[in-house]
């Protein structure tokens, strides 16, 4: 059975922090790695990583995965209230499954 | 572009009642769909997906069944609801290839 773990389970910032969110898979015929962030309501998509070591960014947002470690890392810089959320890590087999790990709740402070 | 609606937003139904909860995808075609519950403080688990009309593929057995009556329409059903089918269902599209699967707002569920 596919497993994705993150760490940490939860954690609290003041705004203008650097956080980073962690990821491990262990997912069978493994093709990519999703990240979402979760507010209130729907998950909506950050980033989808194929190739090991290039970094994706959007704005204050990055991440990188490592195919030889099966693990991703969220990095969050300079961190501002809208960024509390839930973070969700996938791990996708096939072209429609995607294994979800439990997420890390980020509590940002003003 | 492509949206996404689900409804209704929350649903409180007694024990043993039937169940309907429907999802509709706008601004494409043929579109690959899902049904996952997220349960409190855990990950999304899926529960069906499809890849087209009449197709239904099931992750877990469960007390739910899935319907794809159109290309753009998913449909999660039960005749008889569990205390233990309480939880949040989100509703999900993708196209082919391996895109990334775009959620709905999500049914909040709560059995009494």
């Known amino acids: 059975e596919d497993k994705v773990v993150q760490s940490p389970l939860s954690l609290v910032v003041h705004e203008g922090d650097t956080v980073t969110l962690n990821c491990s898979y262990e997912v069978t015929n493994f093709r990519s790695l999703l990240w979402y962030k979760q507010e209130k309501k729907a998950p909506t998509f950050l980033f989808m990583l194929t190739s090991s070591g290039i970094e994706k960014k959007s704005g204050r947002l990055s991440s990188i995965l490592d195919k030889k470690e099966l693990s991703s890392i969220l990095n969050i810089t300079a961190t501002q209230t809208g960024d509390s959320a839930i973070y969700l890590c996938a791990g996708r087999s096939n072209d429609y499954k995607l294994s979800f790990g439990a997420g890390t709740t980020v509590t940002v402070r003003a | ?112």
């Not at chain 2, 069906?48 to 319907?67: C, D, M, W």
């Not at chain 2, 569990?82 to 569920?109: E, I, K, M, N, V």
């Open chain 2, 1 to 112: 572009s492509q949206t996404i609606h689900q409804w209704p937003a929350t649903l409180v139904q007694p024990v043993g009642s039937p169940l309907s909860l429907e999802c509709t995808v706008e601004g494409t075609s043929n579109p690959n769909l899902y049904w996952y519950r997220q349960a409190a403080g855990r990950g999304l688990q899926l529960l069906f997906y499809s890849v087209g009309i009449g197709q239904i593929s099931s992750e877990v057995p469960q007390n739910l069944s899935a319907s794809r009556p159109q290309d753009r329409q998913f449909i999660l059903s039960s005749k008889k609801l569990l205390l233990s089918d309480s939880g949040f269902y989100l509703c999900a599209w993708s196209g082919g290839g391996g895109q990334p699967q775009h959620f709905g707002d999500g049914t909040r569920l709560s059995i009494l």
